[in-house]
């Protein structure tokens, strides 16, 4: 892995503007009412921490976790610039937000993406991470749009 994976600002000039790629991106496929991607605003929010994907400064990719409970987590905001797709960077990112997930020692991490084609390569990287299909949680609401996926960390309440 020729990148570094960490906890970054959102508020980075670059940063907000591959958030701005990916809220647009998200309105563009899917229904109204039904972009679940974080703003600024909800990646500021206390119970996300927020991370970077760069390669000599250069931003990559993106991706948060947001507290749900003591043990449980949701994946949210991942989006990889365009030009480094396919790179390595998705699952690099979600294999080391699972891992700060179980170092918090959340049980479970949770998500929701859509069911269209455009969410396609999304979903096959969260099943080859381990997600499996689920039921609505948190707020969410079961629609024909949304598909949510969860993962068990493995973790006893011990641990």
């Given at each position: 892995?020729?990148f570094?994976i960490?906890?970054?600002?959102?508020?980075?000039?670059?940063?907000?503007?591959?958030l701005?790629s990916?809220?647009?991106?998200s309105?563009?496929?899917?229904?109204?009412?039904?972009?679940h991607?974080?703003?600024?605003?909800?990646?500021?929010?206390?119970?996300?921490t927020?991370?970077?994907?760069?390669?000599?400064?250069?931003?990559?990719?993106?991706?948060?976790?947001?507290?749900?409970?003591?043990?449980?987590?949701?994946?949210?905001?991942?989006?990889?610039?365009?030009?480094?797709?396919?790179?390595?960077?998705?699952?690099?990112?979600?294999?080391?937000?699972?891992?700060?997930?179980?170092?918090?020692?959340?049980?479970?991490?949770?998500?929701?993406?859509?069911?269209?084609?455009?969410?396609?390569?999304?979903r096959?990287?969260?099943?080859?991470?381990?997600?499996?299909?689920?039921?609505?949680?948190?707020?969410?609401?079961?629609?024909?749009?949304?598909?949510?996926?969860?993962?068990?960390?493995?973790?006893?309440?011990?641990?």
């Amino acid at each position: 892995m020729d990148f570094v994976i960490a906890r970054d600002d959102p508020r980075a000039e670059d940063v907000r503007a591959l958030l701005d790629s990916h809220l647009t991106f998200s309105d563009q496929v899917t229904p109204p009412g039904h972009v679940h991607a974080l703003d600024l605003e909800g990646l500021l929010d206390p119970a996300v921490t927020f991370f970077s994907a760069r390669r000599d400064g250069v931003l990559l990719g993106v991706g948060a976790l947001k507290r749900l409970g003591p043990s449980h987590a949701e994946l949210k905001s991942m989006h990889t610039s365009e030009d480094t797709r396919r790179q390595g960077v998705g699952e690099a990112m979600v294999g080391h937000i699972l891992a700060f997930a179980a170092a918090s020692h959340y049980r479970r991490v949770s998500l929701e993406t859509l069911t269209t084609s455009a969410f396609g390569p999304a979903r096959s990287l969260y099943k080859k991470a381990g997600f499996v299909r689920c039921e609505p949680f948190g707020e969410y609401t079961a629609n024909p749009y949304s598909t949510f996926m969860t993962i068990d960390l493995g973790l006893k309440d011990d641990d």
